[in-house]
Nanobody, 120 residues
Framework: QVQLVESGGGLVQAGGSLRLSCAASGNFFRINVMGWYRQAPGKERELVAQMPLGGRTNYADSVKGRFTLSRDNIKNTVSLQMNSLNSEDTGVYYC??????????????WGKGTLVTVSS
């Protein structure tokens, strides 16, 4: 069974930095897309950044220039370095991956989420 396990998150002051990490485990053929979404209180879940295998990273306009996504295709991990954080970055951050199973069927997986709180 495929699992996405997140780490990082926590409380940080505005202007500070945090790093989130996510590791995929289980049996699968490959990870097609891997990235992060977030959900602020009272808002819908939104894409933060995602990287397709061999492709360019897609960032939300609100995080461009501040967040950096990195992916390790050997370790099946993805990390999100978040700099210059502000209160609008507060929310639960979810790791997401589109994974090609051994059956050659693509499945979408979510982590349990990790809370990021930015205090002003």
């Amino acid at each position: 069974q495929v699992q996405l396990v997140e780490s990082g998150g926590g409380l940080v002051q505005a202007g500070g930095s945090l790093r989130l990490s996510c590791a995929a485990s289980g049996n699968f053929f490959r990870i097609n897309v891997m990235g992060w979404y977030r959900q602020a209180p009272g808002k819908e879940r939104e894409l933060v950044a995602q990287m397709p295998l061999g492709g360019r990273t897609n960032y939300a306009d609100s995080v461009k220039g501040r967040f950096t996504l990195s992916r390790d295709n050997i370790k099946n991990t993805v990390s999100l370095q978040m700099n210059s954080l502000n209160s609008e970055d507060t929310g639960v951050y979810y790791c997401n991956a589109a994974i090609l199973a051994l059956t050659m069927r693509e499945m979408n997986y979510w982590g349990k989420g990790t809370l990021v709180t930015v205090s002003s």
